[in-house]
């Protein structure tokens, strides 16, 4: 098992598996995030602390299948829908998700080939390519967290345990027998699927206009009249998806878009100035502290840091 620790969210981001993914803090509590890999046979286990409030945005891989839970901390949204102690998100391969916690969490993800998970056919009420948050009954739930965990403490006692063909056979048996049962709780109506997708395409339509033009500053009518929707229509997407008005996500990702500048900037090149002025941010006080709540540093000490070391990695 690897363990890495990260004092860099972006670094932490990067180091993520089995998904193309943005990481957006929305305010640092603590300069700390971990996560653990786990390689049984062909699944693999991703697991770790976040630091701080998170926004997690991106796409699975193609051929995957990721099962999230929710271990501690306060529980967040995946694709709008509230992950709670008991219950568990499910998403198809190449599937776009999003996942919002409003605080420090700690969380588990379990990737499967589809190949290993349905050797047959993929059951007819996953044919929509959708996340779903299913509440398979505390049981079933707390048997799928328990095998995991049980055998992570296994072969952190005896490494032997996760290369033994046998002993890696048997769990990954028990678990994908498990995960089908879980599967197989889902409710087969998929309007909710429909529309759940709507919306992330349609957030994802306007994010991906904001990151093509970074320094055009653009109203909320103007972004629904680009995405050829009501102001109305794209103010509820936004606040059912991510639970923040679309006015206070583009603004967070003006700030990320900044610090990527000024962390890539000289500083005998670039002043703070410039670069919050680039991006719409006129009143540097108030951009310099809300800088400073988001990212736990000033924008003048992102210009001048250097290149963040590379996270600390333990081979167990």
Same mark, same amino acid.
């Given at each position: 098992?690897?363990?890495?620790?990260?004092?860099?969210?972006?670094?932490?981001?990067?180091?993520?598996?089995?998904?193309?993914?943005?990481?957006?803090?929305?305010?640092?509590? $603590?300069? $700390?995030?971990?996560?653990? %890999?786990?390689?049984?046979?062909?699944? $693999?286990?991703?697991? !770790?602390?976040?630091?701080?409030?998170?926004?997690?945005?991106?796409?699975?891989?193609?051929?995957?299948?990721?099962?999230?839970?929710?271990?501690?901390?306060?529980?967040?949204?995946?694709?709008?829908?509230?992950?709670?102690?008991?219950?568990?998100?499910?998403?198809?391969?190449?599937?776009?998700?999003?996942?919002?916690?409003?605080?420090?969490?700690? *969380?588990?993800?379990?990737? +499967?080939?589809?190949? +290993?998970?349905?050797?047959?056919?993929?059951?007819?009420?996953?044919?929509?390519? /959708?996340?779903?948050?299913?509440?398979?009954?505390?049981?079933?739930?707390?048997?799928?967290?328990?095998? +995991?965990?049980?055998?992570?403490?296994? *072969? /952190?006692?005896?490494?032997?345990?996760?290369?033994?063909?046998?002993? @890696?056979?048997?769990?990954?048996?028990?678990? =994908?027998?498990?995960?089908?049962?879980? %599967?197989?709780?889902?409710?087969? @109506?998929?309007?909710?699927?429909?529309?759940?997708?709507?919306?992330?395409?349609? +957030? /994802?339509?306007?994010?991906?206009?904001?990151?093509?033009? #970074?320094?055009?500053?653009?109203?909320?009518?103007? %972004?629904?009249?680009?995405? !050829? @929707?009501?102001?109305?229509?794209?103010?509820?997407?936004?606040?059912?998806? =991510?639970?923040? /008005? #679309? =006015?206070?996500?583009?603004?967070?990702?003006?700030?990320?878009?900044?610090?990527? @500048?000024?962390?890539?900037?000289?500083?005998?090149?670039?002043?703070?100035?410039?670069?919050?002025?680039? &991006?719409?941010?006129?009143?540097? !006080?108030? &951009?310099? !502290?809300?800088?400073?709540?988001? &990212?736990?540093?000033?924008?003048?000490?992102?210009?001048? *840091?250097?290149?963040?070391?590379?996270?600390?990695?333990?081979?167990?």
């Amino acid at each position: 098992m690897i363990k890495l620790s990260f004092t860099d969210f972006e670094e932490y981001a990067e180091a993520m598996q089995h998904v193309d993914m943005r990481c957006m803090v929305t305010g640092i509590k $603590q300069m $700390q995030w971990s996560r653990y %890999l786990l390689d049984v046979g062909l699944i $693999q286990i991703q697991g !770790g602390f976040k630091g701080c409030p998170t926004i997690l945005e991106g796409a699975t891989h193609q051929g995957f299948w990721t099962f999230s839970l929710q271990k501690i901390g306060q529980f967040g949204f995946l694709n709008g829908l509230n992950l709670e102690a008991e219950s568990i998100g499910v998403a198809p391969p190449d599937t776009l998700f999003c996942f919002n916690s409003p605080g420090v969490f700690n *969380s588990q993800s379990i990737h +499967i080939p589809t190949e +290993i998970l349905f050797p047959i056919k993929i059951p007819p009420g996953w044919s929509h390519k /959708s996340v779903r948050v299913l509440k398979p009954g505390y049981g079933l739930i707390n048997h799928f967290r328990t095998l +995991i965990e049980r055998f992570i403490q296994a *072969s /952190s006692i005896e490494p032997l345990v996760r290369t033994e063909a046998a002993a @890696v056979a048997n769990f990954s048996e028990t678990l =994908l027998e498990t995960a089908r049962q879980i %599967l197989a709780t889902a409710n087969p @109506v998929a309007g909710h699927d429909h529309l759940a997708a709507n919306r992330h395409q349609l +957030i /994802s339509a306007a994010v991906q206009f904001v990151d093509g033009c #970074p320094e055009k500053q653009l109203s909320i009518n103007g %972004l629904a009249h680009m995405a !050829g @929707v009501s102001e109305r229509k794209l103010r509820s997407s936004f606040v059912d998806f =991510l639970r923040m /008005s #679309p =006015l206070k996500y583009l603004t967070l990702r003006r700030f990320h878009q900044a610090r990527e @500048v000024l962390r890539d900037g000289a500083p005998d090149e670039l002043t703070v100035t410039s670069v919050a002025a680039r &991006f719409g941010f006129w009143d540097l !006080g108030r &951009f310099s !502290g809300n800088y400073h709540r988001i &990212f736990g540093e000033y924008p003048s000490e992102s210009l001048r *840091s250097a290149s963040s070391a590379p996270p600390r990695q333990m081979q167990l």
